[in-house]
């Protein structure tokens, strides 16, 4: 019997990597270990009965050899492939680990990673880098967590933006609310995996833009943290925002990590996406913020609007110069929420751009990937770091490899353990945060009680 693939998501996100909208009519029909895939009425079999398909694991094995099934219709029908083979979900090194086990050598994973799952042999041996890069640092532990903070206020709205991020200029009363509650959140979140026996691995503020917060602001929201030693980032994201004061508050509260983010070292571009900084102020804000002695990571978008190879590139290499400690490409991705969600087409150019990247990583290593819907050419986020300036937090938190204990408006709480994971889900609204803040915490709590209680 043939199914309409639109019916099921995963099955319909394979089509989505080649056509961006107008999908042609695909139907797919499963008999033992053939496979048929009918599109737009050409009909085509597929057999996966060689060995190395063994490396999917049981439970798996329908559904992820019906994708591949129609991926290999796809690449017939239209003569194209894609970068990342058949694999549609965000963390493709999960299924590299995967390929690892039963004594497979990291040769062995990479070869499978090619013939199973149908990626380039570029992506498969970027994989291999990543997991010998998280080597000692990926810490499967159920003993600790990680802190995320989530701070809701920007300058402006960038216009790939799909977080929760209103602008500071026009809520600051509001924020005074936010961050009186969110310090009472982080306080109590801390207190309760403390009392059952969790430590504390990193700590992660995010938004939105932590630095677009007033001084008394965000040294109230790091005193209600409390802790040193341990990695420790804050995002200051926007140039415009960080300041030396800023930056001397972060330093006696512990933050070990920033990460300033040019972004593009485009004028133009800036302009052109919603930013409100110029690249003269990221350099004075890097500067800032390397005199403090942080660490410091630089985010940069492959494939923004009008952006050529030749741009991304000369933004690259400029970052490179400056040699911060990690180095984050993310290629464009047009998510629901961002104001260039409906926008047609993409930027052809960002496949070059990210091969550039790959190709001169110069004393940088791979550390993290993970990918997402809707990204310019299939393509991926990366993460670079010198050696031995891993971000522990962004391995484990992709990895799922250790508990996320989220905190403000949108933040996702993620308990890690038994081989399954339960989220939960702070409200994203930021009235509603603060409206109806005691119930939802007591809310969040029974969720991890329910977890943590149970599995004790
Ligand atoms: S800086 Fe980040 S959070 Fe703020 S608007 Fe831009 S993408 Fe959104």
Redesign the pocket.
């Known amino acids: 019997m043939f199914i309409d693939i639109k019916t099921n998501t995963e099955l319909n996100d394979v089509a989505k990597l080649f056509y961006f909208s107008d999908c042609p009519n695909i139907l797919l029909s499963v008999d033992g270990e053939s496979f048929a895939v009918n599109i737009n009425g050409k009909l085509t079999t597929h057999t996966y009965a060689d060995d190395f398909y063994n490396v999917i694991p049981l439970a798996h094995r329908v559904q992820r050899l019906s994708k591949i099934a129609v991926y290999d219709a796809l690449c017939a029908y239209t003569g194209r492939k894609m970068p990342w083979g058949a694999l549609t979900g965000v963390r493709p090194t999960k299924l590299f680990y995967e390929c690892l086990r039963d004594g497979n050598s990291p040769q062995d994973a990479i070869l499978l990673m090619q013939k199973v799952y149908r990626i380039s042999a570029e992506r498969a041996a970027v994989l291999e880098k990543i997991v010998r890069s998280q080597h000692g640092k990926i810490h499967f532990s159920d003993d600790y967590y990680n802190l995320y903070v989530h701070v809701p206020y920007?300058t402006?709205?960038?216009c790939?933006?799909s977080?929760v991020?209103l602008p500071i200029a026009k809520c600051k009363e509001q924020s005074e609310q936010y961050v009186k509650l969110l310090c009472d959140e982080i306080k109590q979140s801390m207190n309760f995996l403390s009392s059952r026996g969790k430590k504390l691995l990193s700590v992660y503020i995010g938004?939105?833009?932590p630095t677009a917060l007033a001084e008394k602001e965000l040294d109230a929201l790091l005193s209600a943290i409390n802790v040193n030693g341990i990695e420790y980032t804050c995002e200051a994201?926007?140039p415009d925002t960080v300041t030396k004061e800023k930056c001397e508050i972060m330093k006696s509260h512990g933050v070990t990590r920033v990460c300033v983010?040019p972004q593009t070292l485009s004028n133009e571009t800036l302009v052109k996406i919603g930013?409100s900084h110029t690249v003269k102020q990221f350099y004075g804000a890097y500067e800032c913020a390397a005199s403090c002695g942080f660490d410091i990571n630089c985010d940069l978008i492959a494939g923004l609007e009008d952006e050529q190879a030749d741009d991304f590139i000369k933004s690259y290499n400029g970052i490179i110069d400056l040699s911060p400690h990690n180095i984050t490409v993310h290629s464009l991705s047009k998510k629901n929420g961002s104001a260039i969600r409906y926008t047609d087409g993409e930027n052809a150019g960002t496949a070059a751009m990210l091969n550039y990247v790959l190709a001169n990583m110069n004393k940088y290593n791979p550390y993290y990937l993970y990918r997402q819907k809707r990204q310019a050419c299939n393509l991926e986020n990366i993460g670079l770091s010198l050696p031995n300036k891993e971000c522990i937090n962004n391995i484990t938190t992709m990895e799922e490899t250790v508990s996320v204990v989220a905190c403000g408006a949108g933040a996702i709480s993620k308990l890690v353990g038994d081989n399954k994971i339960v989220r939960h889900a702070n409200v994203r609204d930021v009235g509603l945060y603060i409206s109806e803040y005691n119930d939802r915490l007591k809310a969040k709590h029974e969720c991890f009680s329910n977890v943590l209680d149970k599995s004790v």
């Open positions: 920007c402006t709205r960038c790939y933006c977080f991020s938004g939105g833009t994201g926007r983010n930013r």
